[in-house]
């Protein structure tokens, strides 16, 4: 880690990963008030850079009233990335994208540059073994409240990483996940996930969409379905869908919503 700065109570960072070869844009925000005995609920946010201000001022804003937003003072992390738009592009397809042998592209992609994708696995590695390390570390945190959130591509890795290592995190918010990369084949991990045991404890995903974003709509009412079909105690699913938006639209919409689902 590299170059501290402090603003009120967010913390920014440099944090170099050995597991990626790369070196992220870390934020933190921490509350003012002491932690309670348990710690600080943790949200891992990613793509932080567009997102962290977001989860950060639900927080500030909400959790004064915390009885009726359901939201209480907690710790958020953005994990961002560095460089142009076309860099931060190049990273999001590698590191949001389970490894395949093939892969299958729609055809809005015709024309189009394809990126290296794949490194899902590395990803969640860092965040396992190298970030959270660190905030627990450094952090009073609650390691029963612990959100990963994630939209479009990092939606499609929240959903993966939950079928992968569910026993990492105990909420899981995925906004308009690509369930549409490689032919879907998030059905497919999905599938698998529910044939294994399930050894770990209660875990929660929500998934959330805008109604106006067309087959996206349609994904993750399948998924949501073919989810639902098999939940037990070990895994609750929840589906939203907001009405009247559109993939870009979406997030700031639903992150009261999203803040709150760690709390119902």
Known sequence: MTAKVWLEDTEFWEMKSNIMDYTYDIKVSIPKEEAPEEG???????????????????????????????????????????????????????EFTPFAQTYKYPERFKGTQIWDHGGAEKLLAFIERELMPVINEKYAINQEKQTLFGHSLSGLFVVWALFKRPELFPYYVAVSPSIWWNEHELFMHADQYFQKAMPHAHRKLLMMVGSEEDFMVDDAKQLYANMSEHQTEQLEVELYIAEGENHASVVPTIMSRAFRFMNK
Do not use: C
């Open 40 to 94: 600080f609920p943790v949200y891992y946010m990613l793509d932080g850079n567009w997102y962290f201000h977001f989860g950060r001022d639900v927080v500030r804003l909400q959790s004064g009233n915390g009885p009726k937003t359901l939201i209480s003072p907690a710790i958020v992390v953005g994990i961002g990335h560095k460089g142009t738009k076309e860099d931060v592009g190049k990273r999001r397809f590698y």
